[in-house]
């Protein structure tokens, strides 16, 4: 089945799960990385299937895949699509909240799969205005409680989302 794995990202974490999932797919997949590429340029129509992802900056996913999905909407309906969002918010209610916000409903309802994959903070690659966020961020879950997420396995992370619908 002719699969287009469509990412996202900023430093690279979104970029690289959607290289396993491609890895993992093997000659149906084609890798296109909206953030390079304009929405009108990726030709859907002979595809079956799409996954996809991005990463999550303050609550939203980035530009780059809204503009993909809005472009769209019509034609994802009548595709198998799954999405992946991936970021650090590491209970499983606020990443279903994040899905909720991010992906629009009736996309949503129809995806065979929705995701959230553990990301990563790269402190060396992020500028100041980034670095004063994460402390803040930091300082709030340590205030609730909440865990650190720990460093995310690629490969199984990936290999998990496509299991059951793309991997038997
Ligand atoms: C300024 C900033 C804001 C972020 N906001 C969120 C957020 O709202 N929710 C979340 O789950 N992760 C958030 N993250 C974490 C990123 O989503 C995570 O580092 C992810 O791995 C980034 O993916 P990328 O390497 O593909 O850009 C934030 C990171 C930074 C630096």
Not at 55 to 79: C, N
Not at 99 to 117: C, V
Not at 131 to 139: D, F, G, P, S, T
Not at 146 to 155: A, N, Q, R, S, T
């Amino acid at each position: 089945m002719k699969t287009l794995i469509l990412f996202s990202g900023k430093y690279g974490i979104t970029a690289a799960y959607a290289r396993e999932m491609a890895a993992l797919l093997g000659d149906e997949a084609e890798l296109v990385d909206l953030t390079v590429c304009k929405p009108r340029t990726v030709s859907i129509k002979d595809v079956e299937r799409l996954i996809i992802g991005s990463a999550v900056y303050a609550g939203q996913a980035r530009s780059p895949f809204k503009k993909f999905i809005e472009t769209y909407s019509r034609d994802l309906m009548q595709k198998k699509v799954m999405f992946f969002l991936c970021g650090l918010t590491s209970t499983e209610v606020d990443q279903q909240q994040a899905i909720q916000n991010i992906i629009p409903e009736d996309l949503r309802n129809h995806a065979q799969k929705t995701g959230f994959l553990p990301g990563k903070m790269q402190v060396e690659k992020m500028n100041f205005f980034e670095r004063m966020i994460l402390k803040m961020v930091e300082k709030a879950q340590e205030k609730d409680g909440v865990p650190p997420m720990p460093e995310p396995d690629i490969k199984a992370e990936a290999s998990a989302f496509l299991k059951d619908t793309v991997l038997r």
